[in-house]
């Protein structure tokens, strides 16, 4: 049975009686989220400007990613499983797999949503098209992919809780445990953290996001005069931040 009557107190002393175990679990589960994540961003980057080169080549792309991303996450995992066997590397091809849509198609949409007028401007100097792509593009449309980033970290540290049903590690084997064994202090334990861990994920990733923004930078440049108006007013102003695509 669980403990009813359970309190923050005892929640907090069984965290710190397992602190050592708890941190082990916690570093298991960022270095897997990491990994996942950080291969999708690899590969979701260059398929993201691959898109660029067509409407078909971006609609395959897109549809592949996107079928990956709609397979509930448990199938995907156990799918793995079969062919590549328990443990953390079926896990971390996991969670690549399900970060790689949110990647490609922001990228794709930030690539897209850059002003034709940038691009003739830039070929008007002599820029080659691979120095459009990443003197002006690119630049321009890094608060589409930070968005990408953010959805791709924050879908990954959910599906990482439950590792443990492929043999994975991470704060997911401290979840299962407590419902196996009905311990809810347990089941607290590694939740609370994964949630947190989430949180934390998200507004940092944030915060880099607008000071990677080329927008959010001017407008904290001061300026001459004591405000802005006309076309520096509009240059200055901060866009919304792009919704999550996918």
């Given at each position: 049975m669980t403990e009813p009557d359970m309190t923050f107190a005892d929640f907090a002393d069984y965290f710190w009686r397992n602190r050592g175990l708890m941190g082990e679990y916690f570093l298991q589960?960022?270095?897997?989220?990491?990994?996942?994540?950080g291969l999708a961003l690899l590969a979701g980057l260059p398929l993201g400007i691959l898109c660029m080169r067509g409407r078909?080549?971006?609609?395959?792309?897109?549809?592949?990613?996107?079928?990956?991303?709609?397979v509930p996450s448990l199938a995907m995992l156990v799918l793995l499983m079969l062919w590549m066997g328990l443990g953390n590397a079926t896990v971390m091809a996991g969670l690549f797999l399900y970060s790689l849509n949110p990647i490609v198609r922001n990228t794709y949409v930030g690539l897209q949503q850059v002003s034709g007028s940038l691009i003739d401007a830039a070929r008007g100097v002599g820029m080659s098209r691979w120095q459009q792509l990443w003197r002006v593009r690119v630049p321009l449309a890094l608060p589409y992919m930070m968005t990408g980033l953010r959805v791709a970290a924050v879908i990954a540290i959910g599906v990482a809780t439950i590792a443990p049903l492929v043999g994975g590690?991470?704060?997911?084997?401290?979840?299962?445990?407590g419902i196996n064994g009905q311990n809810s202090l347990r089941i607290y334990s590694g939740a609370l953290p994964a949630a947190l861990l989430a949180i934390v994920a998200d507004i940092g990733l944030g915060a880099l996001q607008r000071r990677l923004d080329p927008a959010a930078a001017r407008s904290r440049r001061p300026r001459a005069g004591g405000g802005a108006s006309g076309k520096d007013g509009a240059d200055a102003a901060v866009p919304p931040v792009p919704k999550a695509q996918g």
């Open positions: 589960h960022v270095q897997m989220v990491a990994a996942g994540v078909w080549t971006a609609r395959l792309v897109l549809a592949v990613t996107g079928i990956l991303q709609v590690d991470g704060l997911g084997r401290e979840v299962y445990a």
